[in-house]
């Protein structure tokens, strides 16, 4: 999923759901703690492991911040 489609599945989420809507991401990764950050050590948002399968972990996030986050990176990869 890019980070175009991450943001369109948030937006539609604070749509439905408004301001307290939550997303859910399968990114790479062990459950190893409860937490997990979208952007890695960027900064980005802290979401709750909710299940794992194979080499991956389904994330929540409150959508306002993820969507938050994730525009902030485009602008930064926009500007390079």
Known sequence: MTPAEM???CKKQVALYGNDAEVMFRMPGRWGTGTKRLFGR???PVGRVIAEEAETV?????????LN????????ISDD
Not at 70 to 76: D, Y
């Open 42 to 44: 960027r900064g980005g």
């Open 7 to 9: 943001a369109e599945q």
């Open 58 to 66: 389904l994330v929540m996030f409150r959508a306002v911040d993820a």
């Open 69 to 76: 986050a994730i525009e902030n990176a485009l602008e930064v």
